[in-house]
T-cell receptor
């Protein structure tokens, strides 16, 4: 068990460019979550998948954001036409629920995005 | 939706002393309350969690208490050590089998001084 892996660790881009981040969850975890964290704040929920199905999206996820999990394993988060307000840490978490009320989220180290 | 408030924002203690961080939540349907530790440049690490059917849980030097009536919960760290220095986040969610969408507090920067 190598934990949740995110790549790249850091991304610097110019405003208007597209960026894509990747998340590899803990093996056999069927749920995968994306969160965003800005400086001095706690993480905020963006979206989550159960296997390959995207089940919920936050209002924070504008139409410039798209997430996929094509084979129910790794996931990608793409931001199109980046804006300076997109600068944040993008965190991925995975889980394997063992009951209706038992689900623990394990986070990766995140991708730090800076939009210039 | 859920709103979680966390206090204090910064906390400085002497090594060996205890540290207490408090959180309140707004949604009475929330039934899961984890605590995460985040070190610089790393993602949040789950250190302890409690469900609403339990009032207290302890794991070595760390304990969490929950008061459902008052809608608040607290993290207690005893015999603090320098390696406890980090940002701690509380969170709350309603877990019913349909996803665990955590709402986080704004964090507490804990500094343990020698």
């Amino acid at each position: 068990d190598t934990g949740v892996s995110q790549n790249p660790r850091h991304k610097i881009t110019k405003r208007g460019q597209n960026v894509t981040f990747r998340c590899d969850p803990i093996s056999e975890h069927n749920r995968l979550y994306w969160y965003r964290q800005t400086l001095g704040q706690g993480p905020e929920f963006l979206t989550y998948f159960q296997n390959e199905a995207q089940l919920e999206k936050s209002r924070l996820l504008s139409d410039r954001f798209s997430a996929e999990r094509p084979k129910g394993s790794f996931s990608t988060l793409e931001i199109q036409r980046t804006e300076q307000g997109d600068s944040a840490m993008y965190l991925c978490a995975s889980s394997f629920p063992t009951g209706a009320t038992n689900e623990k989220l394990f986070f990766g180290s995140g991708t730090q995005l800076s939009v210039l | 939706g859920e709103n979680v408030e966390q206090h204090p924002s910064t906390l400085s203690v002497q090594e060996g002393d205890s540290a207490v961080i408090k959180c309140t939540y707004s949604d009475s349907a929330s039934n899961y309350f984890p605590w995460y530790k985040q070190e610089l440049g790393k993602g949040p690490q789950l250190i302890i969690d409690i469900r609403s059917n339990v009032g207290e849980k302890k794991d070595q030097r760390i304990a969490v208490t929950l008061n459902k009536t008052a809608k608040h919960f607290s993290l207690h760290i005893t015999e603090t050590q320098p390696e406890d220095s980090a940002v701690y986040f509380c969170a709350a969610s309603e877990v019913t089998g349909g996803g665990n969408k955590l709402t986080f507090g704004t964090g507490t920067q804990l500094k343990v001084e020698l």
